[in-house]
């Protein structure tokens, strides 16, 4: 009989929860450069996808870069502000390079279901991570919570959005046993019933990005985590964090 192993417990319970304790103090594993070349392997072997040419630099999060040719095609992440985000364990990393690959299987497809289409497309991408999590198994809760944290902009849906659609891919599945060419097939069956039916979340954020283009940036707030109240609970969590380092 197997042994009851209370932490494996806990971490099974919290696998699909995106808040910030979970995301950043708890079930973190050290990913190496070789895992994300294994991790960048292992996804385009199941979209049967040529493998992108890997690079370590990037200056946003993760992007994929695409040729003209077919096949062409190079994924660039920061290892960093991954990690600074929540992405810092194999199951968050893994969908963060599922999406980034959604990309390529997605760059030729033409949606046209909302204004832009570069929105529809990155939505595209967080429904394959959310289909794939499930048909593999994987823990969801750092992926959202890192996608969650980022507003809308020219390029991106927001956040929130993001994070549902995502559970939308893993709710649709529901343990399937499916390959990569059937699963692409459901997020182009998917992504029309879901943008119409958020379309007036959709167009509010569009405006309101378009807004916030005309008005002048506001200045970041930045906030010492001393200063805080000691009710506070990411003030505790961050410093009973900080003990447990230093002991």
């Not at 760059?107 to 499930?134: I, K, N, P």
Request: negative net charge; contains cysteine; charged residues 30%.
């Amino acid at each position: 009989m197997t042994r009851y192993n209370h932490q494996e417990w806990m971490k099974y319970t919290r696998r699909h929860e995106a808040n910030v304790f979970n995301a950043i103090f708890y079930d973190k594993e050290e990913v190496t450069e070789d895992d994300i070349r294994c991790i960048i392997a292992d996804v385009a072997t199941f979209f049967d996808l040529p493998k992108p040419e890997i690079n370590g630099k990037c200056e946003s999060f993760a992007e994929v870069l695409l040729g003209d040719k077919n096949g062409e095609c190079e994924l660039s992440y920061n290892l960093e502000m991954l990690r600074k985000v929540g992405i810092n364990n194999k199951d968050a990393f893994t969908l963060c390079f599922v999406h980034e690959m959604a990309h390529q299987i997605f760059y030729m497809h033409q949606f046209m279901l909302f204004c832009s289409e570069r929105w529809v497309q990155e939505l595209a991408a967080d429904l394959t991570a959310g289909l794939y999590a499930e048909r593999h198994h994987l823990a969801t809760g750092k992926f959202k919570y890192a996608l969650s944290r980022q507003r809308y902009s020219i390029t991106h849906p927001d956040g929130e959005l993001r994070k549902e659609i995502v559970e939308c891919g893993r709710h649709y599945l529901e343990q399937q046993m499916v390959n990569g060419i059937k699963m692409t097939n459901m997020v182009l069956q998917i992504m029309p019933s879901f943008v119409f039916t958020h379309k007036k979340e959709l167009k509010q954020d569009w405006y309101k990005m378009l807004d916030d283009l005309k008005a002048p940036p506001h200045e970041p707030k930045h906030y010492n985590i001393e200063d805080l109240p000691d009710s506070n609970l990411i003030k505790q969590a961050v410093l009973k964090y900080k003990q447990s380092k230093a002991q």
